[in-house]
C-alpha cells in the first residue's frame, strides 16, 4: 500500500468543536455572536440605554452633593461600555455573509474609537479648568534665588 506524502488529510471546520457561551455578552466579546447582533444590540441599544440612564444617575448624584463622583461614574461607564461594544463589533465583524459589512463595520469601528477618544481628550480639558487654582502657577519655586 502507497500513501502520497504530499496529500495531507484537510479538517473541516465542524470538526473543531465550538469553545461558546451560553452568555449573549460573552459571546459578543469573544466575538462568537453574528455581527449584526453585535451591531445593533450591543452598540446601539445598549448606547440608547446608556444615554437613558445618565440624565436619572446625574440627577441622583446631585441630590446627594457628589458631583464629581457622578461625574467619575458616568465617564466610566461610558469608557467601559465603548470598550466593550467596539471591541465586541470588531471581533464580531467576520460573523457575516457579506464582507462588504465586516469592512464597514470595522471601519466605524476605527471611526467611533477616534471620536471617543477625542472627547475623552477634550472632556479631561474641561475638567482641569474647571479645577480650583490656588496660588496661581503650581510649577512656580516658591525658594528663595541663591547666587
Known sequence: MWADPYNAPTARVEDVPALESKFFLWRCW????????AFWLVLVLGHAA????????????????????GMA????LNALFAVFALVSVWRC???TGY??????????????????????VQGAQTAFAMLPKHGGNHLQCNAPDSE
Open 99 to 120: 464582507r462588504i459589512f465586516e469592512a464597514g463595520a470595522r471601519g466605524l469601528v476605527i471611526l467611533l474609537a477616534a471620536i471617543v477618544l477625542w472627547q475623552f
Open 30 to 37: 469573544g466575538g462568537g455572536a453574528r455581527l449584526w447582533q
Open 73 to 76: 461614574l458616568i465617564v466610566a
Open 93 to 95: 465583524a467576520p460573523n
Open 50 to 69: 446608556l444615554a437613558f440612564l445618565r440624565f436619572p444617575l446625574l440627577v441622583l448624584t446631585l441630590e446627594q452633593g457628589l458631583y464629581w463622583a
